[in-house]
């Protein structure tokens, strides 16, 4: 059985700058929903966020706080609020400890910003291209503040992505744009659409050559500084915040890269994470992987949020096309295909399933997709059983048992 050693995080010195800017964000949506002197919009976090901003409203995401009550451990004890009012505990845990959060008045914003509330909403827009919880989800809070309900219904699990797909989506956001005229007191202009998807594009494709320095080895990035530094490519891209971010982040990478600086020390192990992070256990999987020289440094989940596919000479069809070809959206062949190619990219040695309790959706294990991967592939993988933010679904001891007998296996195969 490999030794689990105790290990230190290595600090990422971009960081600071990073939590200014996520502080920054939240105090804006702060100061205007106190003083409504701005439009605020509720978005889920694959939606076109692009075309709200064009439109002048502050977008806040939902699922982003979904992820704070996560990290913060406020989760688990907030979901049974929502439960009484009949969300089931085996829906999203997103959901329901953020629908539980608002029950009770308990916010993590109020700790990390000394923030009371989350931002009241002008309008609440979704995309089921990620899920159907998200519909349901903002559905709630729509009635709670007496505020529209607007989205997109994108078909799920195709293996192309065709004409037939695209133009029915690009249909439907364009559609979303004479209602947000109403909402915002704005005229729909193009030209503020392209200035946004031009930034965003450049956020995601700097967000992409940051998980794509992880390929050098020893990679100078591991999954778990992953999760945190996806936050400005979530909430503020379209905006130049987000650009100037990555640039930073980006070439204290590659410095650590010509270094031979890795995220962790002696890495022996390349390993790939599918699904959502458990993420009230962001640092004992931290630790626990890299105390057994093992790096997970390539994930499905941060690479979510890549739009290279953004045209302003295309704005809706374009649009269309990023947030349809997602991995989530996706079937299980296109989903296998692209992770064949992430194991090459990244020269993975095993890749660790999370199947998630209440997320079916970013849990990729129950088709026999890891089965089959293995077979065409020959990379050994294993699954742990647990949850994104209801801690209840998780045994520690389990998943320490399993990953050190996994690091065994890799070992011994070699
Ligand atoms: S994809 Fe999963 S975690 Fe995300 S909102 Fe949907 S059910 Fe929740």
Known sequence: MPETKKTLRKKIEATGLMNKYMADYFYELDAASKSRDKKIAWCTSVGPAELLHSFGFLVYYPENHGAMLGATRMATDLIPYANAIGYSPDICSY?????????????????????????????????????????????????EFKAPLIGINTPRTPTDVNDVIINSVAEQIEGLTGKLEEISGNKFDPKKLSAVMALSRECTELWKEVLDTAAAKPSPISFFDCTIHMGPAVVLRGTQQAVDYYKILLAELKERVANNIGAVDDEKYRIYWEGMPVWGRLRQHSELFAGLNACVLASTY?????????????HFRSMAKAYTELFIVRSDSAKEHYIKKMIKTFAIDGIVYHDAKTCPNNSNCRYGMPQRLEKRTGVPSITINGDLNDMRMVSDEQTKTNIEAFIEQIEENR
């Open 302 to 314: 941060c690479n979510s949020w890549i739009f290279s596919d953004f045209d302003e000479n295309d």
């Open 95 to 143: 959901l329901t400890s953020d629908i539980g959060s608002y029950l009770t008045n308990n916010t993590p914003l109020t700790k990390a910003y000394g923030i009371e509330s989350v931002p009241k909403p002008d309008v609440l827009v979704f995309n089921t291209n990620q899920c159907r919880d998200v519909q349901d989800w903002m559905a709630w809070y729509a009635n």
